[in-house]
């Protein structure tokens, strides 16, 4: 790991148990975020973005989902090692995510930091 990075992912893979079987939903994903540096995820729908980014923070639903391996470190901390009182408590303080329809989740009046 650099250790000027700031969000760090590292072979993350996430599946999901359907009645037909298991469906490899993010396999071996890694990338690096430095300080003021931007990252854009793109790709079709179903490419996994979505699941991605509700890994990093533990939102992912269990059952069914279900992370198999990977690391993801906010600086030092390996925030997939965090209990659900901990991980709470880097939410929305220290680390965000805006959902695909912002307007629904963000307030136009308010500045992105204070939200």
Known sequence: MAD???LQVNNLSVEFSTPLGTVKAV????????????????????SGKSVTA????????????RIVSGQVLFGKTDLLRL????????RGR?????????????NPVLSIGRQ
């Open 54 to 65: 509700l890994s990093i923070l533990q939102l992912i639903p269990t059952p069914p989902g």
């Open 83 to 90: 209990s659900e009182d901990q991980i709470r408590k880097f």
């Open 4 to 6: 000027s990075s700031l």
């Open 94 to 106: 220290k680390i965000s995510m805006v959902f695909q329809e912002p307007m629904t989740s963000l």
């Open 27 to 46: 396999t071996e994903v890694s990338w690096l975020v430095s300080p003021g540096q931007i990252l854009a995820i793109v790709g079709e729908s179903g």
